[in-house]
């Protein structure tokens, strides 16, 4: 099934609709939000393919919404939204991906750009040796059976009693860093054995650890409340549940093969196999993936803890040098119960995310006190060596995509190509010539993460901006890359 | 049933005199690979040297390690993905790779094998997992054919 400009109905220069009619199976549309010159990359794959098969589920309402910073990934494409109706409607641990919880984590810095740049070298070599990466490095936080579990069911705020984060950074956490309903018991002992040892590591792919400056502030009184200094530093943490997270999906998928016959589910892509939400094997997964996500925020809470130590190590001897304060901390791989406005009627979903955030407006009570007036922070990484994003979800947005936004840049070169045609030592040369110290462990995978690789991630903020799904406070330019 | 007590030496490199029946394709964000087999069992076998030899597999000389592997599926496509998730788990979980594989058991959705390796001394690339996205085992000409998809 491979679809055509002309398959699509233009509703204004950021939205494109798949309607029903195009194939006989979809029981809901699929909105795509892109401009001209993106939609031209979705087109490029099969993302929108895969967009049309997530919308051939049962259950669903609304629409799938695509975010315009879409690729093709498997079963869900990267960028997909969808809600399931709870409790009628279906949960799929396809859709919502094998790293479960990935997410970004920003900290901001007082320090300054300009005073800072005789020490960034030194930054970037001790964030490298503070901060673990790359394939097979174990975590610096070894843990008993018993604290994994307490990990599983309390997140983040495990981190708290072991003075490994603040009270503040649980609440500029995503659900206040720890899902409720969390069961260690439904993951499996492979997944805990995969997960053990990695807590506080960044993994390999296209996680990284980024200090930044930043660069233009747009909203001067949203990036004083979150604390984002002109001409400071920041930091930017990318990362998931590592292989815990990879092992519950990878047992859930496996194991629903037999649910979606149990129940006479048809796919059109056994990777988005799923069961009816409260089955007790969608329960049991959810309560499964909600351990994973908690893992996933403890995750980010240790690497944080990690960074703040490094820049404590290089910065702590000046005078007036205050800790890193976190931003926000946000998942874009996720299943959530959520209520919604769909079609004139309120209704509790079960909204799967992959590739794409929470991005709520003002007012939503799981924000902070603080950030309620303004609305929930949305932290767009682009590719290494270019600029990134945090901006704020609207009110209008619940109604366009449940509430969701863009993740990041999105892939346009297959990693494949970008090996073939890219060496990563002459791009660690050319982005430390920009200004940039990059700090990896694989020249192979640094060229897999190029710039080239990617959309220019500012065309698809500027679609957010304009599709009105969020709004941008400020733009950061990276000055250090660690990655795996 | 399909195969009982069959030996297969996997050798994960590109002057391997074995022949080579995967092929890397492309994907915008994962990984990808095709596979042929004459039969379900060379499948697997082609399949897991595919899965070795993109993340770069070497095995550190010396002592070698056997483990058993029993796994069912609902069917062999199931089988398939799970064979090679059981791979990376035991990779992850305990840094091992695999040269050799005796299949004790193999139909349509069950295996029974041993593998015998040791510690990895290279692993290039994290694999997060197998997927089952638009899986399917396909008849050829000459056997069997499977395109699979890699979350990295």
Redesign the interface.
Known sequence: MKIRKQDLQRIDDYVWVIPTSFHPEMNVPVWIFADEELLEDALE?L?LTQGVNVACLPGLVGHVAIMPDV?????MP?GGVMAAKVPEGIISP?AV???INCGVRVLASSIEYQTAIPYLNDLASTLYRNCPSG??KGGSLPLSVEEFDHICRQGARWALGKGYATQEDLERTEEFGCLEGADPAKASQ?AK??GKGQLGTL???NHFLEVDVVDEVFDTEAARVMGLELGCLAVQIHCGSR?FG??I??DY??DF??AV?NYGIKLP???L?CAPFDSPEGQAYLAAMKAAANYAFANRQALAYHARRSFQEVFGSQPGVQPLRQVYDIAHNMAKIETHQIEGEELTVCVHRKGATRAFGAGFAGLPAEYRPLGQPVLVPGSMGTESWILLGTKANEELSFGSSCHGAG???????AKRTIRGDRLREKLEQEGINIRAG?M??LAEEAPQAYKNVSRVVETVSKAGIAHKVARLRPIAVVK? | MILKDTNFKIIPSSESAQAKSFE????????AYRVRGENLAQLLIQATLGLYSLVGMQLTPGSQTTRSIQLK??DR??LL??WL?ELL?FH??E?LGFEQIKIQYLDETSIEAKVTGAPTQQ????I??V?????AICETESGLEVTL?L??
């Open positions: 794959d993302s690729h093709q990934g498997y079963g990267i396809g991906g094998y790293d394939v097979g492979r054995q995969r993994g390999a792919g292989g990879h092992q999906c990878t998928v496996h093969q037999w016959i892509d056994r990777e196999v892939r346009v070169m297959s990693r494949r190509q694989s192979p995978g795996g | 890397e394709i492309e994907h915008t964000a994962d990984w599926g609902i496509e199931s993905v799970a998730n788990y992850e979980s840094g692993w290039l690339k994290d997060k997992a997927t089952y996205h638009n899986l998809v979350d990295v």
